[in-house]
């Protein structure tokens, strides 16, 4: 059985499937301790496929980015939602150019990077004209990051009349944030160009 810090219980009956992947670390005397130092790292929480294709230069090396968005949750003060990602995505610069391009000729458009109890992370890829259907995120929500290229949003209720809210243009840089409270949403590319985007979800705690 996974082992949570004591001050996190995750919530039941979600959508999501999270499957264990490694022993989430402790604290020592309340500071995180670097993952350098705990026996399990970066690698360790990556899926079998994304450490592979990373270590081939089939994907970005998004190892660091993993493992900070993972310590987020041994943070004092974190929300135990997905806004707390934010800063460690805000930081996500631009991604190798070799990882990038051999993602974006993979005829498969997403890799599963990280399948955790506490937190899932995908890196997709967008076709010009292709988007998703209309969907929610159960649990603390999700955030996106767009790496490359413009991606549209559109955002609808979170009833069965799914109503249109709004529209957004996420360009490169952009992180947008949502869960079933503030609606559902379909996320796109209507333009020319592929896009890449991070996305980062969590169950949810309480």
């Known amino acids: 059985m996974v082992n949570q810090p004591k001050h996190l219980k995750m919530k039941t009956g979600l959508s999501i499937a999270f499957d264990p992947i490694i022993t989430p670390s402790t604290q020592e005397k309340g500071r995180i301790v670097p ?6 790292g970066a690698s360790s929480l990556l899926t079998a496929e994304a450490a592979e294709a990373m270590a081939e230069g089939q994907l970005p090396d998004l190892r660091r980015v993993c493992r900070d968005l993972y310590r987020t949750f041994f943070q004092v003060g ?5 806004l707390q990602f934010m800063p460690v995505l805000n930081e996500l610069g631009a991604l190798d150019p070799h990882g990038l391009d051999a993602f974006l ?19 997709i890829h967008w076709q010009p004209g292709r ?9 603390a929500g999700g955030v996106i990051k767009v790496l490359k290229g ?7 209720t979170a009833d069965e009349w799914q109503q249109f809210l709004g529209v957004s243009t996420l360009h490169p840089g952009s992180i947008t944030y949502i869960d079933d409270q503030m609606g559902y949403h379909a996320v796109g590319n209507q333009y020319a160009e592929p896009a890449v985007s991070l996305h980062v979800y969590t169950p949810g705690m309480r």
Not at 78 to 82: E, L, M, N, R, Y
Not at 131 to 139: I, K, L, M, Y
């Open 78 to 82: 974190a929300s135990q939602t997905a």
């Open 150 to 156: 413009t991606l549209t949003e559109k955002r609808y």
């Open 35 to 40: 993952l350098s130092s705990r026996v399990a």
């Open 131 to 139: 988007f998703s259907s209309v969907h929610g995120h159960h649990g």
């Open 105 to 123: 000729n993979n005829p498969k458009p997403s890799a599963v990077l990280v399948r955790h109890p506490l937190l899932k992370v995908v890196l």
